[in-house]
């Protein structure tokens, strides 16, 4: 049997965990098909319930994120629209003013980038870290397209706008990093299993899904991430932050675990001369 080897992160920490926020709005008119009234309202009838359900995020939920993670001393990375930094300016100062990250998210959540010519989307994604960065007084390192809707070519656009990080990623367990034609730039994953998943079911399945994979990965994966997503209008709620903050919490028992932002995480990859496949880790 093949001996496994002993990898660490910085400073000789087991396991990373990050986390991420997500912090949403819509164009005006529209919202996401949540609330409870949809399902009985005739074709064409306009559901007022669910686009005030969608401003929940701005209203109340990121100040109770800001607030948790402030209480837990907690870094996160809040991956915003930008459109909320121009309606909820003190939402984005606050988020940078208690020590957490704001990355670019577009411009509103339904304006994808998938659905843009290269021209468009290379200026949205200017356009986003530019309000990003006027507002909340910290130009963004990084980038999550809204749905992970991007292009062939968004990669190469990022890297244009200087930013370190992007985490468009879906193919890899830890942090790497991408040669593009305008630099380097990191990809660094994000979470598969969010908030967003138990809201209407069972909040506590979050501390199943979480625990499990903690224990498993401390146990038996060292150097492996892990990273916890929050959504403001999910996660922002009561049932789904006390969820969150028993996991942040028994995780905090642990000794060894680096919570780091995507940015540092973006940065550890930068620096690597080697990269680390799952391969190059225990076989």
């Not at 001996?3 to 087991?14: C, F, I, M, V, Y």
């Not at 001393?73 to 020590?99: C, M």
């Not at 130009?139 to 292009?151: D, E, I, K, N, Q």
């Not at 990965?217 to 929050?230: G, H, I, R």
Request: contains cysteine; hydrophobic residues 35%; proline residues 5%.
């Amino acid at each position: 049997m093949t001996q496994q080897k002993t990898l660490a992160w910085p400073n000789g920490k087991r396991v990373a965990v990050a986390v991420t926020v997500m912090y949403e709005t819509w164009a005006e008119g529209k919202a996401p098909n949540y609330s409870v009234q949809t399902t009985h309202l005739k074709p064409g009838t306009v559901d007022l319930a669910g686009r005030a359900w969608s401003t929940y995020g701005a209203r109340v939920g990121v100040w109770r994120v800001i607030r948790t993670l402030d209480r837990l001393q907690i870094p996160g990375t809040f991956f915003t629209n930008a459109r909320l930094a121009e309606l909820h300016p003190d939402t984005v100062k606050q988020i940078v003013k208690s020590g957490h990250d704001v990355g670019g998210h577009n411009y509103t959540q339904d304006a994808l980038l998938a659905y843009m010519e290269p021209e468009e989307e290379r200026a949205t994604i200017k356009k986003c870290i530019d309000i990003l960065g006027d507002v909340s007084g910290k130009r963004p390192t990084g980038w999550l397209s809204s749905v992970l809707a991007f292009t062939e070519h968004t990669v190469d656009f990022l890297a244009e706008q200087k930013l370190s990080f992007h985490a468009d990623v879906t193919y890899t367990d830890l942090p790497i990093k991408l040669d593009t034609k305008h630099g380097a730039i990191a990809a660094v994953p994000n979470s598969d299993f969010t908030d967003n998943r138990v809201l209407r079911s069972s909040p506590r399945d979050l501390w199943d899904v979480y625990k499990g994979t903690f224990d498993y990965l401390y146990q038996n994966e060292p150097m492996s991430l892990l990273v916890l997503t929050l959504h403001t209008h999910f996660g922002g709620r009561p049932m789904i932050t006390s969820v969150f903050e028993e996991v942040i919490g028994y995780i905090k028992q642990h000794p060894d675990v680096w919570f780091a932002r995507h940015e540092e995480l973006g940065q550890w990859a930068l620096a690597q001369k080697d990269p680390h496949s799952y391969q190059s880790r225990f076989f």
